[in-house]
């Protein structure tokens, strides 16, 4: 059993720790920065997720609670939360599917579509600052995590197999 694990180990693929911490950096630096520009907008970052996928969402899937839980990956009460924050501040409003009354959709109102479109605004512009570093280090980790994977008798050109 000794014999196997180490066997397991000797042909598990390398870790390129360099390249996931790199990674994780670039994602957590960006995200970051969209939390400090949600909170000087005067929402908390959670709630900009919110209003993001709310507007994300539109044609394409119903924006109700059980959808916005799963795509901010947080708890079904999380997002009521949430939602009852951003209905007292007027940013969203909560109301029926008309096909199954239900459901209850949240919309976005006037306030929360402003704040939305300066944040969306700035991340696009922070994306094309600071994307290619973001792109590059998950290029990376993809590419070595691919090549080893690969046989090394695959990877070589022209030669003998």
């Known amino acids: 059993m000794l014999r196997a694990a180490a066997r397991d180990r000797n042909h598990a693929p390398r870790v390129d720790y360099h390249a996931l911490a790199d990674l994780r950096y670039q994602i957590r630096r960006f995200l970051r920065v969209r939390e400090v520009a949600a909170r000087e907008v005067g929402v908390a970052p959670q709630q900009y997720h919110l209003l993001l996928q709310v ?7 119903p924006p109700t609670i059980g959808v916005l839980a799963e795509r901010l990956q947080t708890q079904h009460h999380n997002v009521v939360q949430l939602v009852d924050r951003l209905v007292a501040r007027g940013m969203v409003a909560r109301r029926r599917d008309a096909g199954d009354r ?10 929360g579509e402003a704040a939305l479109r300066r944040l969306a605004r700035h991340s696009i512009a922070e994306l094309r600052t600071e994307g290619p570093a973001l792109v590059s280090s998950l290029l990376r980790l993809v590419r070595k995590s691919m090549d080893a994977r690969t046989p ?9 197999r």
Do not use: D
């Open 102 to 111: 239900r459901e209850v959709l949240i919309e976005l109102r006037p306030a």
């Open 152 to 160: 090394l008798r695959t990877k070589r050109r022209g030669g003998v």
């Open 55 to 61: 507007k994300g969402l539109h044609r394409r899937e």
